[in-house]
């Protein structure tokens, strides 16, 4: 009994690592974060089956889309 609060304890801080640990879009869309931007994609880019649901995969796919458009427009 004492091993299955401890393991509920550990679940729970783990998805609230996995969900505190995920960055908006106006994260990604700042210039001091393209490098990191740009890391990410790719990474994620290697393996979307993997990271399709993924809160950074999404964002940084969504900033990546919204940088695009605006160097479009702009241009």
């Avoid at 490098?35 to 990546?64: F, G, Q, V």
Wanted: charged fraction near 30%.
């Amino acid at each position: 009994m004492k091993y299955i609060f401890v393991f509920i304890a550990l679940a729970g801080a783990t998805v609230g690592h996995a969900q505190n640990s995920s960055r908006d879009v106006n994260y990604w869309l700042k210039p001091e974060h393209k490098e990191e931007l740009n890391k990410t994609i790719e990474k994620y880019s290697n393996d979307p089956a993997r990271y399709a649901s993924n809160p950074d995969c999404i964002n940084a796919k969504e900033a990546k889309k919204k940088l695009f458009k605006n160097k479009f427009i702009s241009n």
